[in-house]
């Protein structure tokens, strides 16, 4: 079990790289959108989605835990804006009753699905929290196991 000051320490540097990384993207997208804006006289819708790939690209194209999270979020939060802009401009009806409950249950429903099905296809630290809600959660052995961690080390 890490020590409390490596567990700081891991979270001191994941905050860093992730101020760093949103700060480096801002830097280039503004930068980018600047230079284009320049270059044609005028600011085009074009220009965003062209400066903010670039700039993804460049700051956000490695896969680690840091990058990968940002990039999750921003894929939910993405699916939302879609399904708002396309009733919106009409694409498809506004819905009768909210559709969030429905939402919820395919989420959750397909979540658990890959989780006992295909859990290889799950970014790990789901994987590690499903397994320890759903795996390690059938195994008891006193109060400790809900209070502090319910999996004890092996013995050697």
């Known amino acids: ?3 409390l000051r490596e567990k700081l320490k891991s979270i ?3 905050t860093y790289t992730h101020s760093r990384n949103l700060a480096y993207f801002v830097f280039t997208y503004k930068g980018l959108m600047a230079l284009q804006s320049r270059l044609q006289g005028k600011k085009i819708p074009f220009h965003s989605f062209f400066a903010a790939c670039i700039g993804g690209w460049l700051v956000f194209g490695e896969n680690n835990p840091i990058n990968s999270q940002i990039i999750m979020y921003l894929l939910s939060r ?4 879609l399904s708002r802009l396309a009733v919106e401009k009409g694409c498809i009806p506004q819905p009768k009753q909210d559709p ?3 939402v919820a249950a395919l989420v959750w429903g397909t ?12 970014q790990p630290s789901l994987q590690a929290s499903m397994t320890y809600l759903y795996d390690d959660s059938n195994v008891w052995h006193d109060v ?7 999996k004890k080390p092996e013995s050697k």
């Open 1 to 3: 079990m890490d020590s």
């Open 12 to 14: 001191a540097q994941a």
């Open 78 to 81: 993405i699916l939302f804006g």
């Open 100 to 102: 969030f409950p429905l």
């Open 111 to 122: 979540v658990l699905w890959l989780f006992e099905y295909h859990r290889q296809t799950l």
């Open 144 to 150: 400790s196991d809900f209070l502090i961690y319910n």
